[in-house]
């Protein structure tokens, strides 16, 4: 039993380049969402999914796209990567919101 | 729109030297009062889920309790591996997860 494996654990990017951050669980998770952790300003939701098929905004989902076509995948894409996306991103899923959220170990990406 | 504040920032504690943790919140709906901890370099991991006011959850030396409006996370003789960033989070009517910026807890020998 992985939990949930994010890819790659670490990237750096050029600015303007495009790239897809990737997380998958295997418990059978109807709900998964991704956050960036950057310092003093905690865990900030980006986007977030309650199962195949559907997707909504979190806090802060300029220049990042998602999609859930699997129940297990939810890849998180960088159109046109910028400096202000230089963070630690982490993939999370639960059966619902009502249950404890497992994270992945995390991407670290730094973009210059 | 939801708001979850923690306090302090940072807390040093010598070891055996009690204290807690608050987190006051704002939510449209509670579906939970979540507590995590997380190590440096690596993911938050789940401690409690907190329903409703006057629940209680214990877990060796941490115990989470709810009102209406905080949460606290009780340290009751903290050694120096309870040293770890402590998060809170609530889960609202819309299915966002919204986490506060969490308190850094330095335990020293």
């Known amino acids: 039993n992985a939990g949930v494996t994010q890819t790659p654990k670490f990237q750096v990017l050029k600015t303007g380049q495009s790239m897809t951050l990737q997380c998958a669980q295997d418990m059978n998770h109807e709900y998964m969402s991704w956050y960036r952790q950057d310092p003093g300003m905690g865990l900030r939701l980006i986007h977030y999914s309650v199962g195949a098929g559907i997707t909504d905004q979190g806090e802060v989902p300029n220049g990042y796209n998602v999609s859930r076509s699997t129940t297990e995948d939810f890849p998180l894409r960088l159109l046109s990567a910028a400096p202000s996306q230089t963070s630690v991103y982490f993939c999370?899923?639960?059966?619902?919101?009502?249950?404890?959220?497992?994270f992945g170990s995390g991407t670290r990406l730094t973009v210059v | 729109e939801d708001q979850v504040t923690q306090s302090p920032e940072a807390l040093r504690l010598q070891e055996g030297e009690s204290s807690s943790l608050n987190c006051s919140y704002t939510v449209s709906g509670l579906r939970g009062l979540f507590w995590y901890r997380q190590d440096p370099g690596k993911g938050p991991e789940f401690l409690f889920t907190l329903y409703s006011a006057g629940e209680e959850k214990e877990k060796e030396r941490l115990k989470a309790t709810l009102t209406k409006k905080e949460s606290f996370l009780h340290i009751t003789a903290p050694k120096p591996e309870d040293s770890a960033t402590y998060l809170c989070a609530v889960g609202d009517n819309t299915d966002k997860l919204i986490f506060g910026t969490g308190t850094r807890l330095q335990v020293f020998p």
């Open positions: 999370a899923s639960s059966y619902s919101v009502g249950y404890g959220y497992t």
